[in-house]
């Protein structure tokens, strides 16, 4: 049973909600009451509950779904320094989740003009392109593209191993030692976001990844679809 604020303060009710969150009451996911019954609950006015619920979106506890109602927004399983370089499975693993993966496609493709840009000076015939989904406990969390000389590794070795990083290091001899990231936010994607179980309104993290060696050789090309309710990434800023 809800206990009675007493006060109409809006930080209270912000509190309130935070503390109810924090134990357990409001799980993840989980519709909150409308802001008519959360002002009878909490003995507050309604404007109250409007404001400290604006307040929760803004701090991504909350997540609003227009014409359906206010979630608690799903904690990510993993935050994460961008400038830390690491494959989905290490990332997955940190998180103390068990990966996994389901294979969507492999096939051999000719470069475009986009891959001769990315893998110059290297002049590749053919690449290897594999879409994956990957899991984390059995839930999608990311969807991978990734793109490689099919000279490095066979398609079939590729497909029995998890961890492409693992891959080159063990088979091609190919250590990757740094790559150039772009991360950009993305809406509604037709194919990918149901399977990743994301909702109509729900964001994507697009992470596109140019990996190379110690010898700056260009590698492997990685475009990774993140969840947003899974993932967070920030970056570590120093002053010059």
């Known amino acids: 049973m809800l206990s009675n604020t007493n006060n109409g303060s809006f930080s209270t009710v912000l509190q309130r909600i935070k503390s109810l969150i924090e134990e357990g009451y409001y799980k993840e996911k989980e519709k909150l009451p409308s802001e008519y019954e959360l002002a009878q609950q909490f003995g507050v006015t309604r404007t109250d509950v409007q404001e400290a619920i604006t307040i929760l979106e803004q701090e991504n506890i909350l997540i609003r779904r227009p014409g359906v109602g206010v979630f608690v927004h799903s904690k990510p399983i993993l935050s994460s320094g961008i400038e830390q370089l690491g494959s989905v499975t290490e990332m997955i693993m940190q998180s103390g989740k068990k990966p996994g993966v389901q294979y969507i496609s492999a096939e051999l493709t000719k470069p475009t003009d986009e891959d001769r840009k990315r893998f110059d000076p290297l002049d590749i015939d053919t690449f290897a392109k594999l879409e994956r989904l990957r899991t984390a406990d059995g839930e999608p969390v990311v969807y991978c593209i990734d793109k490689l000389d099919h000279k490095l590794l066979p398609l079939e070795l590729i497909h029995s191993q998890e961890s492409i990083f693992t891959s080159l290091k063990t088979y091609a001899k190919k250590d990757i030692d740094s790559a150039v990231a772009y991360i950009e936010p993305i809406g ?53």
Do not use: G, W
């Open 188 to 240: 509604y994607h037709e194919k990918i976001s149901p399977l990743l179980n994301c909702e109509p309104d729900q964001a994507i993290l697009l992470l596109r990844q140019m990996h190379y060696t110690k010898e700056n050789e260009p590698v492997l090309f990685s475009a990774n679809f993140f969840r947003a309710d899974v993932f967070s990434f920030y970056v570590l800023r120093k002053r010059m």
